[in-house]
């Protein structure tokens, strides 16, 4: 797995005067060990191509806080001061001679970035490496809004062709819409089954929070969708209606009079705004997920500050046994509402985008982990099951 020509473009920057970092070789040793049997124990990556050696001094003080000394002769460590898709040309006139590198990574290659790379890195519009087909993914978030992709990336990374869709708070798109519309979201399950490397049958969504209830009718109003996994969410339709051939499916009712704030922190604690869901006063805004063919995989956190979640993922899941159908449920001890990929940390309070407020997600450090863990592989096993009838394939690497 040698690639010496990973050193030419080093050749180029040489000519340019531009300081580097130094002593990269751990990020090798610590993220990709699975190398270090292919390449030289010691990479001095910079030093040798450019013929620089960072000066780096520094004092200590007793209380353990430390103190740079710049060194006047020192070549100092770049960080880009524009837009690389959009640069200033007039305040950056020598930006006009830049030229992009340019690389293809095929299927079962890896391109190895450096943690301390001090440039732009931007992938292709394409699809997957290899010819496919790929099981097909549509990726919701929640009532923030927004797009969120890093999900979808990961995703993709594992072998789905994955759409992150955004459906409020984005664009043109309303931060708190009257209504939102199924014909909406079947458009993009059109779309993914149109691209040609999308393997045909039905594809999978996945969704967290109000991505989650939205993912659970899609799956059950709308046609191609063969697999839905709900993270975080509920059996029934929250916050917004919704609109879809012929009916509308009310939000389930709340009252954000029951919402409590701590005076100490400022958090906000939505756990009681919701009505009863077993109140028949509010099955109108239930999902009929029972009268889906889909397969459904349920994940949730006893420690969701943000709503009962697990309390109405079992209601869900109730029905379903009920009408006799198999479904696949997990509910982690110790974790909190934000259940995202593997190594990410723990978020258990933020800014909520739309609303404007702090809101409590909840989660322990140790059980989140561990959850997140075993969620991002059993969401990967049930769209594999289900989607392509096969296992998890396994890295190259």
């Not at 974790?335 to 404007?356: D, F, N, R, T, W």
Request: hydrophobic share 40%; glycine share 8%.
């Amino acid at each position: 797995m040698h690639h010496p020509e990973c050193h030419w473009p080093l050749a180029s920057a040489a000519q340019m005067d531009l300081g580097v970092p130094q002593k990269q070789c751990s990020n090798l040793t610590e993220e990709f060990p699975e190398l270090i049997c292919d390449v030289q124990p010691d990479i001095p990556w910079m030093s040798e191509a450019l013929e620089l050696y960072q000066a780096a001094t520094y004092k200590v003080s007793e209380d353990g806080s430390f103190e740079i000394v710049d060194e006047k002769t020192a070549d100092k460590v770049p960080w880009i001061p524009l837009d690389p898709l959009n640069p200033n040309l007039e305040q950056y006139p020598d930006y006009a001679h830049a030229k992009p590198l340019q690389c293809t990574v095929k299927a079962g290659e890896m391109l190895y970035l450096p943690s301390l790379w001090f440039h732009h890195v931007q992938q292709s519009h394409g699809c997957i490496a290899g010819p496919g087909p790929f099981p097909g993914l549509i990726d919701l978030y929640g009532s923030g809004g927004g797009l969120v992709e890093y999900r979808a990336s990961l995703l993709a990374s594992r072998g789905f062709v994955t759409l992150a869709l955004a459906y409020m708070a984005f664009e043109d798109l309303p931060a708190m819409p009257e209504i939102l519309e199924l014909d909406y979201f079947q458009e993009a399950i059109d779309f993914l089954h149109k691209q040609q490397q999308v393997k045909d049958g039905g594809i999978g969504v996945l969704g967290l929070s109000k991505g989650a209830d939205l993912a659970l009718s899609m799956a059950t109003f709308l046609p191609g969708i063969k697999a839905a996994v709900s993270i975080s969410g509920s059996g029934f339709n929250s916050f917004i209606p919704l609109r879809g051939d012929g009916f509308t499916i009310p939000a389930h009712p709340y009252d954000l009079g029951r919402m409590k704030t701590s005076e100490e922190s400022g958090l906000v604690d939505f756990s009681d705004i919701l009505d009863d869901h077993r109140d028949p006063a509010t099955w109108d805004s239930r999902i009929p997920v029972e009268k889906s063919l889909a397969k459904f995989l349920f994940l949730s956190g006893l420690d969701d500050k943000n709503w009962k979640s697990d309390l109405y993922c079992r209601d869900a899941v109730q029905r379903l046994h009920q009408c006799g159908q198999k479904v696949e449920f997990c509910s982690y001890s110790g974790a909190g509402h934000l259940l995202e990929p593997p190594y990410l940390p723990l978020c258990q309070s933020s800014i909520h985008k739309v609303l404007g407020v702090f809101v409590q997600w909840g989660g322990q450090w140790r059980e989140h982990a561990r959850a997140q863990e075993d969620a991002w592989h059993r969401i990967q096993a049930f769209f594999w099951k289900h989607l392509m009838n096969s296992d998890i394939p396994k890295s190259n690497l």
